[in-house]
Nanobody, 119 residues
Framework: QVQLAESGGGLVQAGGSLTLSCAAS????????MGWFRQAPGKQRELVAH???????SYTDSVKGRFTISRDNAKNTVYLQMNSLKPEDTAVYYC?????????????WGQGTQVTVSS
């Protein structure tokens, strides 16, 4: 079984910064893509940032220039550095990982961490 453990959410004022972390543990061969989704109240879950095992990165337009995704493959960990936070960034943030298992490839999700940006 694979677990994703998130940390780093919290309350911050507009213009502030937070860093989210998500570490994968368990029994698996390797991890392909990792990334972050978020879901605000009353809205659909949206992809925030994505990074492949080879380091290819993509962001949703609303966070470009403010958020930075990175990963440490040795630690099976993905990070999301969030700067210049805005109230509209308030959401529950979920990490995910596309994991290579003996039985094939499966997606796993973290439990979610709340990010609240006050104006």
């Amino acid at each position: 079984q694979v677990q994703l453990a998130e940390s780093g959410g919290g309350l911050v004022q507009a213009g502030g910064s937070l860093t989210l972390s998500c570490a994968a543990s368990g029994s698996f061969f390797s991890i392909n893509a990792m990334g972050w989704f978020r879901q605000a109240p009353g809205k659909q879950r949206e992809l925030v940032a994505h990074i492949t095992s080879g380091g290819r990165i993509s962001y949703t337009d609303s966070v470009k220039g403010r958020f930075t995704i990175s990963r440490d493959n040795a630690k099976n960990t993905v990070y999301l550095q969030m700067n210049s936070l805005k109230p509209e960034d308030t959401a529950v943030y979920y990490c995910y990982a596309e994991v290579n298992l003996r039985t094939g490839v499966e997606d796993y999700w973290g439990q979610g961490t709340q990010v609240t940006v006050s104006s």
